[in-house]
């Protein structure tokens, strides 16, 4: 089979496997149309057996990683850690849609920060929305908060987001210097979300409120802060002690499971679904279909792209590229496809960071991550609700390209220093 | 008369207040809040955004469960501060939209301002509002949902020879 060939078939098996993840027809898993497509393509040669296989460890403690971080928060859930977020905003707040705002702001960028953009969406957005409802605000500004959040937070730490799982490696940093160089440009990012956000929404956010009854004072599980307090510690010393921080994840899951399973707390069943086999088995599936596409050509079409070095201009232009690539595809097959190529585009771990600010930061553009998405969604009718889109990308248009610049101006300044 | 008495979160009491005062007392009054689905929206977008997820069920409500309860209590609410029969009517969706289409039948439509009141002008009321107040198909009582202004805040006439106020922009 020809390289053009093998590329072209990569990328038809890429784009369906995406368009079944999107549609999520009922008869047709992602996971399950990842794999065939994986295994499509090693049937085929266009991607030999050996270089399926090289991608797939490659992957593995990646996944791993992922794993454990999702039962970690899934456990952080059962023990009751974001109905204590619930009150703590409904406490704090004191009635004020302005000061919830700030609480939101605070706790979503850090459970997106520890937890990962997923467990803010998944499992944060539901608490806030009942604290707006009960506190009888408009929910719509925190809602937007939670969704914009979940993504320009998820640069600080590798764990915040799958896609900087996947760069960690490839960026030869560890934790500590990784967490130290991603801390000012994540609050530049998010320093744009407030200035923005507070006058996008100022008309629901000026509301004046009375003083309602005192909402009660928050229990916080102190065994999940525990776990999670000494999980993050393992982290920070990781490279100190020599020990891969994927342990570190793996004891804090333990730690947050197995008592569960002894109080009956939780059932086997239920842990092993909080791990999302299926889309573990859909990342590894879309590493091998995104390998054979960069092994047959896609990768020297990214490397002729993606401008190399570390100066201020290489890294604007990177991180803009990315997110337009995140917005075009999503950014999971993004990261595939670029940390590789930013990674040798060093010297340094410039070019793979200012990829993560752009494929973390950029999907705020279009709502649902992607384009693609968005336009599928349209396509396929399956939004419920008839929804001004015109808010959505206007929020997108007025903070992705602020926090871009910003965060990936003050990367450069870090890098320097 | 048939009124329709728009209800939201934060003005409610003020409305109720003044539907109550100014409302003839063999009026038929509705109750109407309307919940916007857009905060769900935009939280249903984020989800699928998350691709390859299979989210699996969680123990917590679905977030539209948690908006109609939220409705249903401050429309009872609302009904006792009223202090006599009314219909209550919860909605969903385009609230400005559905407000005006449940205005149709009524001959007139009490709702509150839900713009900035610090800067009296155009923008106090606010595009919900605005929209309601263009397309009502019957009469509008538009209340205050605070104190009404004084006289005093309407601005001086500007001095003869200053110069002229630029038109501002909307």
Redesign the interface.
Known sequence: MTNGLALALALVVLAATLGVAVARPPYLSEALAAVAGAVLLVTVGAIGLSEAADALRALGPTVGFLAAMLLIADGCRREGLFDAMGAVMARGSQGSPQRLLAFVFVIAAAITAVLSLDATIVLLTPVVFATAAQMRTSAKPHVYACAHLANSASLLLPVSNLTNLLAFHASKLSFLRFAALMVLPTLAAVGVEWVVFRRFFAVDLRRPRRAGTRPARPKLPRFAVAVLALTLAGFALSSVLGIQPVWFATAGAAAMTIPSLYRRAATPGQLARAAEPGFLIFVLGLGVIVQAASGNGLDTAVRAALPTGGSLPALLAIAALSAIFANLVNNLPATLMLVPVAAAAGPGPGPVLATLIGVNVGPNLTYVGSLATLLWRRVLHAEETDVELGEFLRLGALTVPAGLVAATVILWLALKA | MRALVWII???WEATVAEAAAFLPSDADVTLLHVA?????????????????????P?A??A?RE??E??AHE?LAEAQTRLGRPARLEARR??VEHVVVAAAAPMDILVLAR???R?RLGP?SL??TARFVVDHAPCCVLLIWP?VAPALTTIPPPPAPGAPQPRPSAL
């Open positions: 979160e934060d003005t916007s689905t857009e905060a769900e929206t935009v939280a249903g977008a984020a989800r699928r955004g998350l691709l390859g997820r299979h989210q699996p969680r917590a409500p977030l948690i908006s309860q939220a401050l969706g385009r839900d713009g900035d610090e923008r606010g595009p605070d």
